[in-house]
C-alpha cells in the first residue's frame, strides 16, 4: 500500500467551481506540503503544516485554502477555480527526526484541468 | 531570497554518454541536498541525499553527487546512463534552520537515446 496517496488522480472543471484535493498519508509524519507543478517551473510550494495545529502559506498560496483534519489527511481546496491553476498537484510529508533528516515522501499527484 | 538553480533545462545523451547534471543554491547557512528523480508519469522519488560528511554521495541506479561548500554546487552524475533513466530530474535545497522549507530546482529534462 502507498504510504501517501492523494484524491482524485485526474479532474477536470470549469471556471468557477470549487475544487478540493485529499491527501492522506500513513508514515505517521506531522509535516505535510502541498505542491503545484508546471512545466518548466519545477516545484512551487502553496501550502505547508507542521502539526495538525500549524499552517503556512508557501510561495503561491493565492486562490488557495487547506485544512487539516488529522494528522494523516491535509486537503487543497480552491475556491474558485480558474484556468491557470490547471497543474499537476503534488502532497508531500516529512519528518524532520534524525534518521530522516526532513526527507519529503511524494504522493502520486493530481492532475487537475481547469477549463 | 534562497533559490535553486539547474542550468540545464533539457538534456538529451546517448546510452552509455556520460551525465552531469549541475545545481547551485544561494542560502549561507548549513542544508541538506536532495536529487529527485521523476520518471514519465510518476511522482517523484528520492535519488540521493546528503546531510553531512563525506561530500561524495552515492544513491540509487548507479547514480552519485558531489557536494562543493564553496561553490554552493550539488552536481548530479552518472557514468554511463541507459535508456531508462529517461526522466525529470531536480535538485532541492533544505535549510536546516528556520522554516524547514524545502527549495526546489525547475527541473532538468533528460532524454536517453537507445
Known amino acids: 500500500d502507498a504510504d501517501v496517496t492523494q484524491t482524485p488522480r485526474n479532474r477536470i472543471t470549469k471556471t468557477g467551481k470549487r475544487i478540493m484535493l485529499e491527501c492522506s498519508q500513513t508514515?505517521?509524519?506531522?509535516?505535510m506540503y502541498w505542491y503545484r507543478q508546471d512545466p518548466g517551473l519545477g516545484l512551487r510550494l502553496i501550502y505547508y503544516?507542521?502539526?495538525?495545529?500549524?499552517?503556512n502559506k508557501g510561495e503561491i498560496s493565492d486562490g488557495y485554502s487547506v485544512s487539516r483534519q488529522a494528522q494523516a489527511k491535509f486537503s487543497l481546496s480552491l475556491e474558485s477555480a480558474i484556468p491557470n491553476q490547471t497543474a499537476l498537484y503534488f502532497c508531500?510529508?516529512?519528518?524532520?527526526?534524525?534518521?530522516?533528516?526532513?526527507?519529503?515522501?511524494f504522493g502520486p499527484g493530481t492532475r487537475l484541468t481547469v477549463l | 531570497a534562497q533559490s535553486v538553480s539547474q542550468h540545464n533545462h533539457h538534456v538529451i545523451l546517448s546510452e552509455a554518454a556520460s551525465l552531469e547534471l549541475g545545481c547551485n543554491y544561494s542560502?549561507?547557512?548549513?542544508?541538506?541536498l536532495f536529487w529527485y528523480v521523476q520518471y514519465p508519469g510518476q511522482h517523484l522519488q528520492l535519488l540521493l541525499k546528503?546531510?553531512?560528511?563525506?561530500?561524495l554521495v552515492k544513491g540509487i541506479k548507479g547514480f552519485e553527487a558531489e557536494f562543493i561548500k564553496s561553490k554552493f554546487s550539488f552536481n548530479l552524475r552518472k557514468p554511463s546512463v541507459q535508456w531508462s533513466d529517461t526522466a525529470e530530474y531536480f535538485c532541492?535545497?533544505?535549510?536546516?534552520?528556520?522554516?524547514?522549507?524545502?527549495?526546489f530546482g525547475t527541473g532538468t529534462r533528460l532524454k536517453v537515446l537507445a
Open positions: 508514515k505517521g509524519h506531522d509535516r
Open positions: 542560502y549561507g547557512g548549513t542544508v541538506n
Open positions: 508531500a510529508t516529512s519528518d524532520p527526526g534524525v534518521a530522516n533528516y526532513n526527507e519529503q515522501f
Open positions: 546528503y546531510f553531512s560528511g563525506d561530500p
Open positions: 532541492a535545497v533544505n535549510p536546516t534552520s528556520g522554516t524547514y522549507k524545502y527549495i
Open positions: 503544516s507542521f502539526d495538525v495545529k500549524d499552517i
